[in-house]
């Protein structure tokens, strides 16, 4: 593979495990890359987009046709690398214009190996993919679209057949790959009035900032961490993060979770976390036709009407009943906030022990701010964990 940006005018495919194909130009670096199609709707955090573990072993589809104008910087990356499989968009732009930028996003897809492509019609795209639903897809260029030295292209049913042998995302046990191996601590902002023990499954980097703003003291524990390991910080609350693959196949913290639930101490969960609470409680999961990506999902909050606009980035749902209170094996537990476009569910509760999660991104990496207060219930919780106290409505106050 060559990562030299130079050569983003090289042609270039786009191969759907359908046979639907999309001829362009390379972007970023050349070569292949394979992976799951999925459409991102926001229209700014790209950065923030291409730096999400949970895109881990996707191929993200831009909605929006101008993509790259604001650069890349140092400071606004989730995590140390790019993680999506590849990356799609119509018009790159040519120049960066932003006074943080530090360099081009070409150019930092080139230097960091990702494969992409441009100049399609990523509408049509998109709309492919609504009605079809997510698959897999491959993008070849260069010497893998068999251009180079004058070779003659690739034909499309060669290059279909490469793309059906490409793993799916259904039964994919991703986490372990994303996540820290090595334990850190991210501290509390001014006065330490908490310990949070988090447990990484794909960590966005805002999201432990989010809770040292309120004063939390956050340990990033690794994905195969044991209760000891969780218990050993001392925490007063658990964190558990977004993350990438099919939650069916997380058995470890599903065990780990429910080791939690049983101790009754406050935790929260956030999109990975958010199923992973569903399938500790024993509700089952299920993939969605194209998922929920974007900044600009409606969501409403059940304790308080309130409707948010919110970040999402998931696959798959918690498949739980909407307006009924559920026994689990930890009490009652009810569907707290819906999708107000399909309404998927997009977050849990328990009634009856200090535990909630919610589907979306309540750090806004990027996105809108609607759901920050999260936050701060988590906050509450911990202030007062006895299990019968609902602190949601306090939490929308603080």
């Not at 983003?8 to 495990?17: G, Q």
């Not at 279909?160 to 039964?171: D, F, S, Y």
């Not at 218990?231 to 913290?253: C, I, K, L, W």
Request: glycine residues 12%; contains cysteine.
């Amino acid at each position: 593979m060559t990562t030299s940006a130079g050569a983003r005018r090289a042609p270039a495919a786009l191969v759907l495990e359908d046979g639907r194909v999309f001829h362009g130009h390379a972007y970023g670096a050349v070569g292949e890359t394979f992976g799951e199609a999925v459409f991102n709707t926001g229209m700014t955090g790209y950065q923030e987009t291409l730096t999400d573990p949970s895109y881990h072993r996707q191929v993200v589809v831009m909605t929006s046709p101008h993509i790259g104008n604001t650069g890349v910087n140092d400071e606004d990356a989730e995590s140390p690398r790019i993680w999506v499989a590849g990356y799609v968009v119509r018009d790159p732009s040519r120049l960066s214009s932003n006074w943080r930028a530090t360099r081009g996003l070409g150019q930092e897809l080139a230097d960091q190996g990702v494969v992409g492509i441009s100049g399609i019609d990523t509408r049509a795209l998109t709309r492919h993919l609504r009605d079809r639903g997510a698959m897999r897809v491959g993008i070849f260029s260069g010497p893998a679209l068999g251009t180079a030295d004058g070779g003659a292209p690739a034909g499309d049913a060669a290059l279909l057949a490469r793309v059906r042998e490409a793993p799916g995302m259904q039964g994919a046990d991703l986490y372990g790959e994303v996540a820290t191996t090595e334990p850190y601590v991210v501290p509390a902002v001014g006065e330490k009035r908490f310990t949070v023990a988090a447990v990484d499954l794909g960590i966005k980097g805002m999201t432990p900032h989010r809770m040292a703003e309120r004063g939390i003291e956050v340990h990033v524990l690794p994905a195969r961490a044991t209760l000891e390991d969780v218990y050993a910080v001392r925490p007063d609350g658990v964190f558990f993060s977004n993350g990438p693959g099919d939650p069916a196949t997380a058995e470890h913290p599903v065990a780990l979770m429910r080791g939690v639930l049983e101790r009754g101490t406050p935790l929260f969960g956030i999109c990975f976390g958010n199923q992973i609470l569903g399938r500790a409680l024993g509700f089952g999961t299920f993939k969605l036709k194209y998922g929920h990506r974007g900044i600009n999902q409606p969501v409403q909050d059940r304790a308080t009407g309130k409707v948010e606009i919110t970040a999402h980035n998931h696959g798959f749902a918690v498949d739980a009943p909407l307006d009924t209170v559920s026994e689990t094996p930890y009490g009652r537990a009810e569907v707290s906030h819906v999708c107000l476009n399909d309404n998927v569910v997009e977050g849990l509760r328990l009634l009856d022990r200090p535990a909630f999660s919610v589907q979306y991104h309540p750090e806004a990496a990027a996105g809108p701010h609607d759901a920050a207060y999260l936050f701060d219930r988590f906050v509450a919780l911990m202030r007062d964990g006895r299990p019968h106290h609902d602190p949601l409505r306090e939490g929308q106050r603080a």
